[in-house]
């Protein structure tokens, strides 16, 4: 136990070229001049992740802190579209389907700011019985201002403070219009029915609950939905592409009259997300760049994407992830990411079938009608299999996990990890030099740094396979697998694993099934003399498989918990028979 906790002690260190910042097991020789080993390794000149080749985002200015979503969203010069929202329960943020990247109105992307409340395309979802009021959908009148007086104004020699804002006019009674402090009344809202659900019930830990009301990170009452959402489909693909080929192209836009196009825009994210670039440097779609990241334009996106994730700065003593903390932008720039993976998979795919790269809409139709669909979308399913997380890639591990219980049998136990975010101390120890933290500061490590969760748990489900499952309960093979909980965000893991000291479990289940079967048989049946001899001796081999698994269960198990979750307080040691 001593040490599995002893390999999960890290503590953060900065690159001084590339300013990320990251847990690390060993203290640096010199950590002031400390540089991470891919600066090290890396001979480009200059340096891919630093200040001279422009990919080093700059300081962030008083007048863009501290804007919420909806201010930074009146600034913006294109709206990124998506349906984000804060999990009920615990805070975590999470979002649904894909992502559209909108201008502004096009005969007005470069002349006029802020845009007009009801051309946001934003609908605010209430629920009944809620407050509703995060501070997401609160409006500054002077906080817009100042933002937008320092987006479009100059430094001290002239030049622009942001150049992709130096044409932008301020409409000054557009600003007028704009609350003093509150929640603009001209955006959609759509009410979902009450806050009752039949889950309600449902005992989730959201952490710790002993703090005071001004010291919440976030308020369990309320719940941000923001952006215009899409649906997750369940339904075939085949049913999909069906409805899609035959159902009319719209567009319910107000703004822009198509969408940007996010393979050649330059500087598309510091047009949506001005806060975060304020004056354009660090882009990850900006391509001028002095020494790129890959000759390859996905794993470059990837590259960058990555590096300002762990972008990091101290402020008041503390790591501030500006990027990984925004409620908004790690999404938006993932669902690119994902979607040139699967483009990238389909272009490849066009070249390995070339009698399918010239295939109209009507060709399409005609192949749902004929029924030669399926032989087509088993062709693209194929190359779907090399982007992760999607349904073939799933599927493939299925397939792979299946062949490798045919080859050395079926595994022993069944595991799920789940995230206890807010009771790891070694976690919360990244952020605090004494370890001692509030409930407060524990809710706002885990909001604001989603990526050093994830991570971290990674570590301690590595750390647990290396101590438990290998070194503890003599794991021959074992398998797992990452997913996010639906109800909080959050991470968790399941995995199955083959021990050594099994005892043959399925071949012991299938005798005393066989033994039960053969008990009831004897108490229901009229049989022969021999019928029930052979019974008997069925009966009492499967009482000795049992006997064999309940004793194996209980030399593997060292604590079990005889109350429901609602008495629990702590687990009970079990006595070995």
């Known amino acids: 136990m001593k040490k599995f906790h002893k390999s999960l002690k890290f503590q953060i260190y900065q690159c001084g070229v590339c300013h990320e910042a990251w847990p690390l097991k060993t203290k640096p020789k010199n950590i002031v001049s400390y540089t991470c080993s891919r600066c090290l390794r890396g001979k480009n000149i200059p340096k891919k992740f630093s200040t001279e080749n422009s990919m080093m985002p700059s300081p962030v200015p008083k007048e863009l802190q501290g804007l919420t979503q909806f201010e930074e969203m009146l600034i913006a010069r294109a709206f990124p579209v998506m349906h984000v929202y804060t999990k009920p329960r615990g805070g975590q943020r999470a979002y649904k389907g894909h992502v559209i990247t909108l201008p502004q109105d096009v005969q007005q992307l470069a002349d006029i700011l802020p845009r007009c409340p009801k051309d946001l395309p934003v609908i605010i979802f209430t629920i009944n019985g809620k407050d509703n009021s995060s501070s997401d959908f609160v409006v500054r009148h002077k906080k817009v201002e100042d933002a937008l007086n320092w987006l479009t104004g100059e430094k001290e020699f002239g030049e622009p403070n942001n150049p992709l804002y130096k044409n932008v006019k301020i409409i000054r009674q557009t600003l007028a219009n704009s609350p003093e402090h509150g929640v603009l009344s001209d955006v959609t809202r759509v009410e979902c029915g009450d806050s009752t659900t039949e889950n309600e019930d449902v005992g989730i830990d959201t952490g710790p609950v002993n703090f005071e009301d001004d010291e919440k990170v976030y308020n369990s009452q309320t719940e941000m939905g923001s952006f215009v959402p899409t649906n997750v489909d369940t339904k075939r693909e085949e049913e999909i592409s069906e409805e899609f080929l035959n159902a009319p192209q719209q567009y319910n836009w107000n703004i822009g009259d198509e969408p940007l196009n996010e393979f050649n ?110 032989s087509l979308m088993s062709k693209l399913m194929h190359y779907a299999k090399n982007v992760s997380g999607t349904n073939a890639y799933w599927n493939r591990a299925k397939d792979d996990l299946k062949a490798i219980i045919t080859q050395v049998g079926a595994p022993t136990i069944f595991w799920t990890l789940s995230c206890a975010e807010f009771h790891w101390p070694e976690f919360h120890n990244l952020f605090s030099d004494n370890g001692d933290t509030s409930d407060s500061e524990r809710r706002a490590n885990v909001i604001n740094n989603p990526h050093l969760l994830d991570w971290f748990f990674t570590e301690r489900t590595e750390q647990f396979v290396n101590y438990w499952l290998k070194k503890t309960l003599g794991a021959t093979w074992y398998w797992f697998r990452y997913e996010y909980a639906v109800q909080r965000g959050s991470i968790h893991c399941h995995g199955v694993a083959k021990l050594q000291s099994d005892p043959n479990l399925c071949d012991l289940s299938q005798i005393a099934l066989q033994g039960y079967l053969a008990a009831q048989s004897l108490a229901k049946d009229q049989l022969s003399h021999e019928m029930s001899l052979q019974k008997q001796q069925e009966v009492k081999e499967g009482c000795e498989a049992e006997k064999a698994i309940c004793d194996y269960v209980d030399f593997l198990m060292s604590t079990q918990n005889p109350c429901n979750a609602d008495d629990w307080l702590k687990p009970q040691v079990l006595k070995f028979l």
């Open 265 to 374: 825009c330059q500087f598309l994210a510091s047009m949506a997300f001005p806060t975060l670039f304020p004056d354009g440097k660090g882009d990850l779609t900006n391509s001028a760049v002095l020494s790129d990241t890959s000759n390859n334009t996905t794993q470059s996106f990837a590259a960058k994407l990555k590096h300002l994730i762990k972008f990091s700065e101290k402020i008041d003593g503390k790591w501030v992830y500006r990027f990984a903390s925004h409620p908004r932008f790690a999404y938006w720039a993932y669902n690119i990411l994902y979607r040139r993976r699967i483009l990238a998979q389909g272009n490849f795919f066009l070249k390995q079938n070339p009698s399918e790269a010239n295939l109209t809409i009507d060709d399409l139709k005609e192949m749902l009608h004929s029924q030669s669909y399926d």
